[in-house]
C-alpha cells in the first residue's frame, strides 16, 4: 500500500518522522532524570563531605566519629537509598558500611560493590571516582561516588553508594506519560497528515486522471489552479502542456491527413512496407491495379503478382534503389514499378516503398504518335509518288502526246489538290491542339443546319441521294463559331454522302437533349464494326484504308469534327450497324431561357 500510493507514503514519513522525535525525546529525558539524580547525589556527598573538615591528621576513628557528630549531616550521607563505606586502601578492607546489605551479607555486598569502575579507578590510585557510571547488581542497580582520604593511620576510601530505584520510578512516570503521548501525537499525525497529503495528492490525482484522459484522446477541460505553490505550478505547466500537445496533435492529424489524401488520390499505386514484408499502407491505386479491395498479401506475393523476383531483405540492402526500374504488363495495362527504401531518425532503414506508374496511356500516346507519323508519311508519300512518277514520264516525251500529257497533268493536279487539303487538315488539327480561338456568336441549330443542307445538296444528289433535315423539336440557341461548326457539319455529312450507296439516304434530325441542342446525322450506308466504332475519331483511322483512299478521304475529317465538338464543349459519338447505316450524334450546349432574357436586357 505504501508503495503504491504517495498519500499514504507521505502519511508514513510524518508518522515516522513524529515517532523518531517522540523517541528522540524519550531517550533524552531518562538520561536526563538519570543525570539530575546523579550531579545531585554527587553534588550533596561532595558539599557535605567538605563541611566536615576532615584533615590528613585525623584517624579512622575520628573519621567515623566526625560522621556520627552532625545528624543533619549524616542524613545526607544515609537513607533509604543512600549508604557509604569505609575500605581500607592497600588491604581493601570494609571498615565501616551504612548500607542494610552490608549488615545482611558482607560477602555479597563486597563483590557487588567491586563492579564499581569509580572504585576501581580509586583503587588504582585516583583521588577521585565521580563518573556517571551504572553498576548493575542483583540488590538493584546503583551509581557510586568514590574520595580517596589519607588519614593518620592509612589512606582510607570512602565509597558513597546511591540506589537507582527513585530515578526509575520516575523515569517509569516519565515513559508512561511519554508514551501515551506519543500514541495521541501519532494519531493526531496521521489525521493532519492525510489532511496534508490530500491537499498535494489532490491536484496530482486530477493530473493523473487528466493524463489517462489524454491517452484516450480526451482533451476536456483544463485544470483548475488552486495555489502558487509547486503543485500550482505543476497544474499550470500540465495544462500548458494539455493545449501544446492538443495543438500539435490536430496538426500532426491534418498533416497525415492531407499525406493520406495525397496517397489516396494519386494516380501512382504506392505500397510501404515494414522491415517484415508486411504492408503498413495501400492507396487506392494500388489496390486498383492488384484488383483487390483490400490487401493482406506481404511482399513476396505483391512481387508474384506483379511478376517479379525481387527478396526484401536484398532491396533493403542496396544503396541505389533508384537505379531498378521494371516493366510489368497487367491484363491490358502497363506499369513502371520503381522502389525507394525510407528511414527513421538515425538513418536505419525501415523499410520498403514501392511504387507502380501506370504510363499505358504514354504508351498508346507514343504507339499513336507513331502511327500518325507513318500515317502522314504514306497519305503524303502515295501522291507524291504519283506526281513524281507521271512528271518523269512527261519529261521522257509524253508532252508531244497532247492527250497523254493533259491526262497526266489532270492526275498531277487531282493529286496535288489531295496533298492539299491533307495539309489543310493537319493544319487545322494543329491549331486545334494549340488552343484555337473561337469567334462565338448565336446560331440557330435549325438554320446552321439548313445551310451546310443546302450547299451538301449538289453532292447527294450526284449520287441520287436522297439528303433532307427533319426538326423533331425546337432546339436551344447555342453560343459557337459559325465557320467552324459549318466545317463539323460538312464533314459528318460528307462522310455519309461518301459512304452511302447510290439511292441511299441521308436525314439530318435537328431537336434537344434536355438543354442542349442535339444533331444526328442518319445515313443508310455501309456501316461500321462494332469493334472500329471507339476509333473512328482518331486521325487518320480508317475502316477500310483502300476504299478510303479510293474516295479520295484524308481520314482527318472525323478528327476534325471531334475537335470542333470538343472545342464547343459538346460531345460526339457513332452509333452504326454493319450493311445498316450509320448514326452521327452530335450535342452542343444551349443557351437558356435565363440567358436569353439577361441578354435582353
Known amino acids: 500500500m505504501f508503495s503504491g500510493s504517495l498519500q499514504w507514503r507521505l502519511v508514513f514519513i510524518i508518522v515516522a518522522i513524529t515517532f523518531v522525535l517522540m523517541s528522540v525525546i524519550w531517550v533524552f529525558l ?48 544515609i537513607s533509604s537509598l543512600k549508604s557509604y563505606t569505609i575500605i581500607k586502601d592497600g588491604t ?114 486530477d493530473i493523473i486522471h487528466k493524463a489517462e484522459n489524454i491517452t484516450s484522446g480526451d482533451f476536456g477541460q483544463v485544470l483548475e489552479v488552486k495555489s502558487d505553490d509547486e503543485i500550482g505550478k505543476l497544474t499550470s505547466t500540465f495544462n500548458y502542456m494539455e493545449t501544446q500537445l492538443r495543438n500539435m496533435l490536430n496538426e500532426l492529424s491534418n498533416e497525415k491527413n492531407k499525406f493520406e489524401m495525397i496517397i489516396n488520390y494519386m494516380t501512382d499505386g504506392i505500397i510501404a512496407f515494414n522491415k517484415d514484408g508486411f504492408i503498413i499502407h495501400i492507396n487506392s491505386a494500388a489496390l486498383s491495379v492488384l484488383e483487390m479491395e483490400q490487401c493482406s498479401l506481404t511482399f513476396p506475393g505483391i512481387m508474384d503478382r506483379l511478376g517479379l523476383k525481387y527478396e526484401l531483405s536484398d532491396l533493403l540492402k542496396r544503396e541505389n534503389l533508384s537505379e531498378i526500374s521494371e516493366n510489368v504488363r497487367i491484363k491490358d495495362k502497363f506499369f513502371r514499378v520503381q522502389f525507394a527504401s525510407f528511414t527513421d531518425k538515425e538513418n536505419n532503414v525501415e523499410g520498403l516503398i514501392t511504387v507502380l506508374q501506370d504510363y499505358t496511356e504514354q504508351m498508346k500516346l507514343d504507339n499513336m504518335r507513331k502511327e500518325f507519323v507513318a500515317n502522314v508519311s504514306h497519305e503524303l508519300k502515295t501522291p507524291l509518288t504519283s506526281i513524281k512518277s507521271y512528271a518523269e514520264t512527261l519529261l521522257d516525251g509524253a508532252l508531244d502526246d497532247r492527250e497523254t500529257a493533259r491526262s497526266f497533268l489532270e492526275v498531277i493536279y487531282s493529286e ?186
Not at 107 to 133: H, P
Not at 180 to 188: C, D, L, Q, T
Not at 452 to 471: N, P
Not at 513 to 520: E, H, P, S, V, W
Open 92 to 205: 581493601y578492607e570494609i571498615v565501616y558500611s551504612s548500607d542494610i546489605w552490608y549488615q545482611e551479607d558482607k560477602t555479597g555486598f563486597r563483590n557487588e560493590i567491586m563492579k564499581s569502575r569509580n572504585l576501581m579507578a580509586v583503587m588504582a590510585g585516583a583521588s577521585e571516582g565521580k563518573g556517571k557510571y551504572l553498576t548493575k547488581s542483583s540488590k538493584g542497580d546503583f551509581y557510586d561516588y568514590v574520595i580517596r582520604q589519607p588519614l593518620i593511620d592509612g589512606d582510607y576510601i570512602l565509597f558513597f553508594k546511591y540506589n537507582r530505584s527513585q530515578a526509575l520510578s520516575i523515569i517509569s512516570e516519565f515513559s508512561q506519560v511519554i508514551v501515551s503521548g506519543m500514541f495521541i501525537a501519532v494519531a493526531v499525525t496521521i489525521v493532519i497528515g492525510i489532511l496534508l497529503s490530500k491537499t498535494i495528492t489532490r491536484p496530482i490525482i
Open 416 to 601: 496535288s489538290n489531295r496533298m492539299d487539303r491533307l495539309v489543310k487538315d493537319l493544319l487545322l488539327l494543329s491549331k486545334h491542339d494549340s488552343g484555337i480561338k473561337l469567334n462565338l456568336t448565336r446560331i440557330s441549330p435549325i438554320d446552321l443546319v439548313n445551310g451546310v443542307v443546302a450547299r451538301m445538296k449538289m453532292s447527294a444528289d450526284e449520287k441520287k441521294q436522297t439528303l433532307s433535315v427533319v426538326e423533331e423539336e425546337k432546339a436551344p440557341d447555342i453560343n459557337g463559331d459559325e465557320d467552324r461548326l459549318e466545317q463539323l457539319l460538312v464533314n459528318v455529312i460528307g462522310n455519309a454522302i461518301k459512304y452511302t450507296p447510290e439511292n441511299g439516304s441521308i436525314t439530318v434530325y435537328v431537336g434537344k437533349a434536355g438543354k442542349n441542342a442535339c444533331i444526328r446525322v442518319v445515313d443508310t450506308g455501309i456501316g461500321i464494326p462494332e469493334e472500329h466504332l471507339d476509333r473512328i475519331f482518331e486521325r487518320f483511322y480508317r475502316v477500310d484504308k483502300a476504299r478510303s483512299r479510293q474516295m479520295g478521304g484524308t481520314g482527318l475529317g472525323l478528327s476534325i469534327a471531334s475537335e470542333i465538338v470538343k472545342a464547343h464543349g459538346g460531345t460526339i459519338k457513332a452509333e452504326s450497324k454493319v450493311n445498316q447505316g450509320t448514326a452521327i450524334i452530335i450535342t452542343l450546349p444551349g443557351i437558356s431561357e435565363e440567358t436569353n432574357g439577361e441578354n435582353d436586357e
Open 30 to 77: 531518562n538520561y536526563k532524570v538519570d543525570d539530575i539524580f546523579y550531579n545531585d547525589f554527587k553534588k550533596s556527598i561532595s558539599d557535605n563531605y567538605a563541611t566536615l573538615n576532615i584533615s590528613e591528621k585525623m584517624t579512622c576513628r575520628e573519621l567515623l566519629d566526625r560522621f556520627q557528630e552532625d545528624p543533619v549531616i549524616l542524613s545526607q550521607f
